[in-house]
C-alpha cells in the first residue's frame, strides 16, 4: 500500500540524509528504511515543493518514522512475532530482551530528532502521536477476546494508527509561516491512518490477499476488528471453514458481509480522498493512494469470493455500475455529435465558444461534454437511490484513470479527452476533482457559510477553466489563480438563478450564514418557491450581497484575460460578461428567482458578448502598462 514511485524516490532521498545526520549526532542505531515509510510519503506529499528541500522537514519525517519502526519491534514482541517485513523480526534475530532494549532507544531518540525541527508546534503534535500510539496499543491489549461497539473499535484505531499519519500531514503546516491549520490537517492525516487500519483488517479476514502476513491472525489472537459485526460475528470460536462462510456467504441472493463492508469503506475512502483535495488541490499522490487502498480490498474479495463460489450479487455489483456508465457515455456518440450535446446544455457559454478557432473549439467541445456528462450521471437520473448513483460516480472515476493511464476504454469521449489531457501534460486531477463535486450533491443539500459554498463551486466550475487554462499551456500561478476566481462568479450566478428550481429538488446553495445576516429563514424560502408565499424582506439584500461576491470575482478574472492565448482571450471575456448579465435580469424580475429563472435573450447575448470584448481591450491595456 504505497505511494507513487516518484513521490517515494524523492522522500526516500531526504529521509536518507536525514538518518546520515542523525547517525552521526546522536549515535544512532539505522533505522530501517526499507518499509512502506507510508507516514514520511503522506507528510513528503502534503508539503509546498518549496518546503521539500528544508532539513526541518526530513527532521520531522524521520522522527515519525523512527516512533513507527519502535512500535513495530514492541508488537513483535507483544505478538511473538517470527518475520517483519518477509524477514526474521528483531525479537526472532535477537531475543526479546535485545529487541525492547532497542525500540525503546529508537523512541527515545525520535524526541531528539522531532527537536531539531525547531516548531514548537510540531513538538506538541508529535507528543500527542506518541502518547495516543502507545494508548491506543493500551486500549487494544484491554480489549483483546471482546466483542466491540463500533466506536470504541475505532477510537483504538485513530490512536494506535491514526495519530502518527496525523502528525504527518499536520508537520508542514506547522513548518508554515503561520501554522495556520494544524488541527484540521491532523484530523486529516488521523482520518487516514484509521482508514489504513481498515483496510489492513478487511485484508486481515482474507486468506488469499498476500498481505504479508499470516491471514486472520488478528482474529486468532481475539482482536475484534470493524467488518465482523457485518457479519454479526460477536465470538472468537469459530472454525476457519465458518468464519469464511460467515463472511463471504449471501443471504437469499443477497450480498456477502463482507461485500456490504466494502461498500462503507469505499464511501469513506472516497470521502477522505475528497477531504485531502480540499486541503491539498495540488497533490495526486495521496488522492491515488486511497484509491489503490480500496482496489486492493475488492481484489481481495473478488479471490475470497471466486474461491467460495458466492451466490451474492457481488458480479452484479461490480459490473452493473460500470455497464451502465458504459452504456450511457456511449450515448454520446462520436465527437461529431458533442457540440451539439455542448449548445443544448449551456446556451451561454456556447455562444461565447464560438469565437474558438476550430480546433481549440474541439477541445473545448471535448472537455465541456465530459463535465455536462459527469454532472448529468445524477441530475438526469433523480428517480435512483444515492448508493447506486455513488458507485456510478465510482465507475466512472475509474474509466476516466484508465483512459488517462492510456488504456483504451472504447468510449469515445474519455479515450479523446484524458489521452489529450495526458498528452499535454494536465494533471488528472482536475477529472476527478470533478467528479468529487458531483459526489457533493448526494451528500450535501444546505451550505453553511461561503466558505462551504466556494469549496462546492471550486470542485463543480472552477476546475473546468483550470482544466482548460493548463490545456492551452498557460501553467503561471496568478493566471490560474483568477481562472478559479471566474469559476467561483460563474457557479455563483449559476445559483443565484436557480435558486427556485434547486429548492424544489430539495437543495439550497445559498450560504445559510449570509441569509441569517440579511433575516433570511430558508423555510420562507420554500414556502415562497412552493406556494407563492411572497418574498421575504431581507431576502433582495442576501442576492445582492452574492452578487457583489461574484461580481468582484469577475473583475479579478479580467485582469489576467489578457495573459491567455491570443485565441483563448476573446472567448472568456465574452463568456465571463454574458454570466455576469444573469445579474441585471436577476434584478430586472424583482429579485424572484423562487419563481421566475432570470433569462437573457439571444439579442441581449450579442450585445453582452460585444461588451466583453471592448472591456477586453481596456484590460489588454492595463496588462502591458503593468507588464513594462
Known amino acids: 500500500m504505497s505511494l507513487h514511485a516518484h513521490v517515494r524516490s524523492a522522500m526516500s532521498a531526504a529521509l536518507e540524509a536525514a538518518a546520515e545526520r542523525q547517525v552521526g549526532s546522536i549515535g544512532l542505531a539505522r533505522p530501517d528504511l ?105 486500549a487494544q491489549g484491554r480489549a483483546m477476546g471482546r466483542w466491540l461497539e463500533q466506536a ?104 456477502s458481509a463482507m461485500r456490504r463492508g466494502l461498500g462503507v469503506l469505499t464511501r469513506q475512502l472516497s470521502e477522505a480522498r475528497l477531504a485531502w483535495r480540499d486541503l491539498h488541490p495540488e497533490d495526486d499522490a495521496v488522492p491515488a493512494l486511497l484509491d489503490e487502498w480500496g482496489k486492493m480490498a475488492l481484489a481481495a474479495l473478488e479471490r475470497e469470493e471466486a474461491s467460495a463460489g458466492s451466490t451474492s450479487r457481488a458480479a452484479t455489483r461490480i459490473a452493473e455500475p460500470r455497464r451502465a456508465v458504459r452504456e450511457q457515455a456511449l450515448s454520446l456518440g462520436p465527437p461529431e455529435a458533442w457540440p451539439e450535446y455542448f449548445s443544448r446544455h449551456s446556451r451561454s457559454f456556447h455562444l461565447s465558444a464560438r469565437l474558438f478557432p476550430a480546433e ?18 445524477v441530475d438526469q437520473a433523480p428517480e435512483l437511490p444515492a448508493d447506486v448513483l455513488l458507485d456510478r460516480l465510482e465507475a466512472w472515476r475509474d474509466l476516466v484513470q484508465e483512459a488517462y493511464d492510456d488504456h483504451s476504454t472504447g468510449i469515445p ?35 453553511p457559510d461561503l466558505e462551504a459554498l466556494q469549496d462546492y463551486s471550486y470542485h463543480v466550475a472552477s476546475v473546468v477553466g483550470l482544466w482548460l487554462t493548463e490545456l492551452f499551456g498557460v501553467r503561471d500561478p496568478w493566471v490560474l489563480s483568477r481562472a478559479e476566481a471566474l469559476g467561483q462568479a460563474m457557479q455563483l450566478t449559476n445559483i443565484l438563478r436557480d435558486v427556485g ?97 432570470a433569462m437573457t435573450s439571444w439579442s441581449r447575448k450579442i450585445i453582452l458578448g460585444g461588451r466583453g470584448l471592448w472591456e477586453l481591450r481596456g484590460a489588454r491595456r492595463s496588462y502591458r502598462e503593468q507588464s513594462t
Request: proline share 5%; charged share 25%.
Open 34 to 138: 526499507q518499509g512502506k515509510m507510508l507516514r514520511p510519503q503522506v507528510a513528503w506529499a502534503a508539503a509546498p515543493k518549496a518546503l521539500r528541500a528544508s532539513s526541518e522537514l526530513a527532521s520531522g519525517m524521520l522522527a515519525i518514522q523512527m516512533v513507527h519502526e519502535a512500535s513495530l519491534l514492541h508488537d513483535d514482541i507483544l505478538d511473538d512475532a517470527d518475520t517483519r517485513r518477509g524477514r526474521p523480526s528483531g525479537v526472532a534475530r535477537h531475543g526479546v530482551a535485545a529487541a525492547l532494549v532497542e525500540g525503546d532507544h529508537l523512541l527515545t531518540s525520535a524526541y531528539q530528532v522531532a527537536q531539531d525541527v525547531g516548531s514548537p508546534a510540531f513538538m506538541a503534535c508529535f507528543a500527542r502521536a506518541v502518547e495516543r500510539t502507545v494508548a491506543g496499543e493500551k
Open 152 to 255: 470504541e473499535y475505532l477510537e483504538i484505531v485513530s490512536a494506535k494508527s491514526g495519530e502518527l499519519f496525523g502528525a504527518a500531514v499536520a508537520l508542514p503546516v506547522c513548518l508554515s509561516v503561520t501554522d495556520h491549520g494544524v488541527q484540521r490537517a491532523y484530523a486529516l492525516g488521523v482520518r487516514i491512518g484509521q482508514l489504513y487500519q481498515m483496510v489492513d483488517d478487511f485484508l486481515d479476514l482474507c486468506p488469499r490477499a498476500e498481505s504479508g502476513k499470516a491471514p486472520r491472525q488478528d482474529y486468532r489472537q481475539g482482536k475484534w476488528t470493524w467488518p465482523l459485526e457485518h457479519a454479526d460475528i460477536q465470538g472468537f470460536e469459530l472454525s476457519d471453514g465458518e468464519l469464511t462462510h460467515r463472511l463471504f456467504a449471501g443471504t437469499d441472493g443477497g450480498d
Open 413 to 447: 469521449l474519455l479515450d479523446r479527452v484524458m489521452g489529450e489531457t495526458r498528452r499535454r501534460d494536465v494533471p488528472v486531477r482536475y477529472a476527478h476533482a470533478l467528479i468529487d463535486g458531483v459526489a457533493m450533491d448526494l451528500r450535501v443539500t444546505v451550505y
Open 501 to 597: 428550481e434547486d429548492l424544489r429538488r430539495g437543495r439550497l446553495y445559498l450560504p445559510l450564514e449570509v441569509l441569517e445576516a440579511h433575516g433570511v429563514d430558508p423555510d420562507q424560502l420554500e414556502s415562497a418557491a412552493a406556494n407563492g408565499a411572497p418574498l421575504p424582506e431581507g431576502y433582495p439584500a442576501a442576492l445582492e450581497a452574492l452578487m457583489a461576491v461574484a461580481e468582484e470575482d469577475y473583475d479579478r478574472a479580467m485582469e489576467a484575460v489578457p495573459a491567455l492565448p491570443d485565441f483563448f482571450q476573446r472567448p472568456v471575456a465574452a463568456a465571463s460578461r454574458i454570466y455576469r448579465g444573469i445579474h441585471r435580469e436577476i434584478r430586472g424580475n424583482r429579485y424572484d428567482n423562487l419563481r421566475q429563472r
Open 360 to 377: 481549440e473549439g474541439r477541445v473545448v467541445a471535448g472537455v465541456y461534454t465530459f463535465c455536462r456528462f459527469t454532472d448529468d450521471l
